[in-house]
Each structure stands twice: as C-alpha cells, then as structure tokens.
C-alpha cells in the first residue's frame, strides 16, 4: 500500500505568511507524529495525536504553531506568522498502534521563511 | 532526560571496507532502539530496531546492530560498504516509559563512500 504522504514538497513563503502543511498517513493507523528537522540535524518531537485526540503538543516551539487531526486520518501543522527561524523540514511519521511500534516517515516538507 | 549521542557527524569509508556508526543513548530503562536511514529529499526509512529481544539485531542492506546495556551503546555495522549506502544515519530512542512513544534523534552521521 501507499507510504505516508505529505504536501506540498517545497514551500516558500514571506515571513510573516501563514502556511499550511499536510500529512496523509498510511491508511488505518492510530498513531501521527510530527517533527521538525532543522539543517543539519536531526529531526525533533513536535506533537503526537491517536486517532484525532492530540496527546502531547509539548514538542510545539510557540503558540504560532498549531496542528490538528480532526478525522483521525489527515493532520494539517499549520505555522502562523512565519519567521526565519521556522525554516526546517517538517516530517510526518504514522504507526500502526498506540504502543511503541515503528514509525513510517513521509518524505517531508521543506519550508523556507524569507 | 533521554538523549542520544552519534559520535563523528561524518564518517568515511573506501568501497568493501568495514562500516561502524557510532551510538549511545542515555535512559535510566533500557529503551527502544531504532537506526534510521536518510537519503537526499527523502524521509527516514527505518534499518533496524531492538525492541528488548535479541541483542543483535539484523537490519536491511545487510546493517546490523548490537545492544549493549553496559556501554549504553547500539553501534551500527556492515561488513563491506557499499557505494549506495551513502547516505545520513540516525539513531533514535523511543523511552519505554513515554506514553507517547516519541523518538528522540541524535544529530545524524553522513557516510560517504569512497570509490
């Protein structure tokens, strides 16, 4: 079957600029994940939701950041006011249950602040 | 806190040569172990894990990997390197005791190939 999907695959926007980023997981799976992969590094913890209940937002650098689930399938991070330092690649990883299992990742999007 | 540590951010290797990437993890409770691959402009594929089994663990492409509670280490290896492994390696942590069984990265090593 299909793998995590996300889009767009490259964003640019102006700081200040909202932006709206997609994840389609693998079909059936509770668990979603969103990190943030700055240049260099490696990715980071954002926010957890099972099903479209978001458990743990403890990894969400500021209040611009917010992201939701509202299905149980599709999840949308959307980042308001956009800054500079907001330039990362986002991934999104699904998993199959709600205990440790591994996580699939989709291929990320690239986001560029001006 | 749980961290992980990925001594050398790069690492080369010649074609046929012996590959070790280093990793050590800090956890108070053994923890679940993940090697993640990353090619250019994709997302991580996952290699091996060690989920409390077998302390050797064998992956894809022939990597391998061996838990070693003393050291607080989980070293990834392959015999003989190939040009197609160049890629970045991650090793990740996901804390038994988390209830959201987030990973914790460590900061990458890039394996160059050497022809």
């Known amino acids: 079957g299909a793998g995590v999907s996300q889009s767009p695959r490259y964003k640019v926007a102006k700081r200040g600029q909202d932006v709206a980023l997609r994840c389609d997981p693998i079909?059936?799976?509770?668990?979603l994940f969103w990190y943030q992969q700055a240049l260099g590094q490696g990715p980071e913890f954002l926010t957890y939701?099972?099903?479209?209940?978001?458990?743990?937002k403890s990894g969400l650098p500021s209040d611009r950041f917010f992201a939701e689930r509202p299905e149980g399938s599709v999840s949308t991070l959307k980042i308001q006011r956009t800054q500079q330092e907001d330039s990362a690649v986002y991934l999104c990883?699904?998993?199959?249950?709600?205990?440790?299992?591994?996580?699939?990742f989709g291929p990320g999007t690239r986001l560029l602040v001006l | 806190a749980q961290s992980v540590t990925q001594l050398g951010s790069h690492v080369s290797v010649s074609e046929g040569a012996l590959v070790l990437l280093r990793c050590n993890y800090s956890?108070?409770?053994?923890?679940?172990l993940f090697w993640y691959v990353q090619y250019p402009n994709q997302g991580l594929q996952l290699l091996l894990k060690y989920t409390s089994a077998a302390t050797l663990v064998k992956g894809i492409n022939g990597f391998e990997a061996e838990f070693k509670k003393s050291e607080t280490s989980f070293h990834l290896t392959k015999p003989s390197a190939h040009m197609s492994d160049a890629a970045e390696y991650f090793c990740?942590?996901?804390?038994?005791?988390?209830?959201?069984?987030?990973?914790?990265f460590g900061t990458g090593t890039r394996l160059k190939v050497l022809a």
């Open positions: 079909s059936g799976h509770v668990s």
């Open positions: 990740a942590v996901s804390p038994m005791t988390s209830g959201t069984y987030k990973y914790i």
């Open positions: 956890s108070s409770v053994p923890p679940y």
């Open positions: 990883a699904s998993s199959h249950g709600t205990v440790q299992e591994t996580q699939y």
């Open positions: 939701f099972q099903n479209e209940a978001q458990l743990d």
